[in-house]
């Protein structure tokens, strides 16, 4: 059952040089798209520790955005590599703490995609929405005996 | 001057720790000398009674071991914090959660139903689990709680030093009684120890390769390493980088990568996180589904990553399916 009141909090991690120049163009170009999505500016998605990702979902985001520029266009040259491989293992990961593995998602935006990233926004907060909201230390807290 | 009073204490765990104590050898004379064990289930009968009766300040330390499982260990443990000054969280298991922590990873339902019922080699067919509270033919029992999930000790009160290992090695449990008794102690609430990771003491650094490159995880269940590379450059997990060293490199010299039971290093928010950060550059994947068959290589990433620490990771623990009856 998809409730529609509930709205999804969006963590983006977004590289300076190519996603967050699309996200910025987006909105520049007065795309529509859902307001779901706190962006965070970062130099390169490979600087995207899967820390940050865990301490979002833990702290009260139901979804991730990791987006950075395609392969082979990262301003460092690797980046994105990091970032690619890091993705797949940390999915594992999730999968066995029983998160859905959709909660996270890595996209490759560059600085001209504005529709792009208006497309990718507007899918992961549908697809959060049916997933409804993670709410982790609630979720938790009935495997878990009071201290 | 009297001798100072210790306390040994230990929850849910397997013994080793108190057996680092025997294995002090001699040098467990020397703490003799200097302290009064007053307390230490696994050698000596004592009584919750007795501990209650202790003046507040006449033991001064408490070194409890293992993971915080069952009612009966919180009310111990409450009591000693009660009573003692100091507390360390001795060991992994009180320090992280330990092995025993693994058990986060299902639920006490769970655990119940594979002990009790599924086990092969049990005969339940009214499927009893143990109760609280139970009363049969008059005859009333009462058992401690089985709570939902292992805890490491600061989860349920204030630790003021960590001693961290599984086993903590001796000398180190030398040091930090040398350290209480000449009263050398470092910050509260800080591991005793060293901050730096493994690798940088670890003898095999020396053959690590400024720039390696991994394509699938190796597992010592399967391959044998090489007596002397960098278990990580050969690709096998080793969880040296982002752990503490001060360990003295015991699985390391015995052939074995490092497990991580010291814990993460001071900077380090999540051990296992850290460590997927840190081998993704070294894995050789250019493309979405290598990357995917190089992740997949990694076998139990939860276990592996998180072998002595999952209650204390930052997500603590799975959430199941369903609900916990
Ligand atoms: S990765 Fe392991 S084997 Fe290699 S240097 Fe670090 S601790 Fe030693
Ligand atoms: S700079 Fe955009 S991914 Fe590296």
Redesign the pocket.
């Known amino acids: 059952m998809v409730d529609q009141q509930f709205e999804p909090k969006i963590v983006g991690f977004l590289?300076?040089?190519?996603?967050y120049t699309g996200a910025d163009l987006a909105g520049t170009s007065r795309m529509q798209y859902p307001p779901n999505l706190a962006a965070i500016r970062v130099?390169?998605?490979?600087r995207v520790d899967p820390t940050f990702v865990v301490k979002a979902l833990q702290d009260g985001a139901d979804g991730v955005l990791i987006a950075?520029?395609h392969p082979g266009?990262?301003?460092?040259s690797e980046?994105?590599y990091k970032?690619m491989r890091r993705y797949p293992m940390l999915l594992n990961l999730l999968d066995q703490f029983g998160i859905d593995r959709r909660r996270v998602r890595l996209e490759w935006i560059s600085a001209s995609e504005g529709e792009m990233f208006a497309r990718v926004v507007s899918e992961f907060t549908q697809q959060l929405k049916t997933l409804g909201p993670l709410r982790w230390p609630h979720t938790i807290e009935q495997f878990c005996s009071p201290a | 001057m009297a001798k100072p009073k210790v306390a040994f204490y230990w929850c849910a765990s397997c013994g080793g720790c108190e057996e680092t104590i025997v294995d002090l050898a001699e040098d467990v004379l020397k703490v003799v000398e200097a302290v009064d064990i007053v307390l230490w289930p696994v050698a000596l009968d004592y009584k919750l009674e007795h501990v209650k009766a202790w003046q507040p300040g006449e033991v001064t330390v408490a070194f409890i071991n293992g993971t915080v499982r069952l009612s009966e260990q919180l009310e111990w443990v409450r009591l000693l914090r009660e009573k003692c000054p100091f507390v360390i969280a001795f060991g992994s298991c009180a320090h992280l959660g330990g092995i025993p922590g693994l058990a986060n990873a299902t639920s006490r339902a769970e655990i119940f139903a594979n002990k009790y019922h599924r086990s092969p080699t049990i005969d339940n067919p009214q499927k009893a689990v143990p109760l609280i509270s139970s009363s049969v033919d008059g005859h009333h029992l009462d058992l401690p709680e089985f709570f939902k999930d292992a805890k490491p000790l600061d989860q349920v009160i204030p630790v003021d030093y960590y001693l961290p290992g599984c086993p903590p090695p001796p000398e180190n449990v030398a040091a930090a009684f040398t350290a209480i008794l000449e009263n050398k102690l470092p910050p509260k609430c800080s591991v005793i120890g060293v901050d730096k990771a493994l690798c940088e003491s670890c003898p095999r650094n020396e053959t690590k390769p400024d720039d390696f490159t991994i394509t699938r995880f190796k597992r010592v269940a399967t391959s044998t390493p090489d007596p002397e590379k960098c278990f990580l450059a050969e690709g096998f997990l080793c969880m040296g980088p982002a752990t503490r060293g001060g360990c003295g490199e015991r699985c390391i010299k015995g052939n074995m990568p490092c497990r991580g039971c010291f814990g993460p290093t001071p900077d380090t928010l999540d051990a296992g996180l850290k460590m997927i950060s840190a081998i993704a550059s070294h894995g050789e994947a250019d493309t979405e589904e290598a990357a995917k068959a190089f992740a997949d290589s990694l076998v139990d990433p939860l276990g592996t990553l998180y072998r002595f620490s999952l209650p204390a990771s930052m997500l603590r623990r799975r959430a199941m399916a369903g609900a916990e009856q």
Not at chain 1, 73 to 76: A, L, S
């Open positions: 590289c300076r040089w190519c996603s130099m390169c998605s490979g950075g520029c266009d990262c301003h460092y980046g994105n970032a």
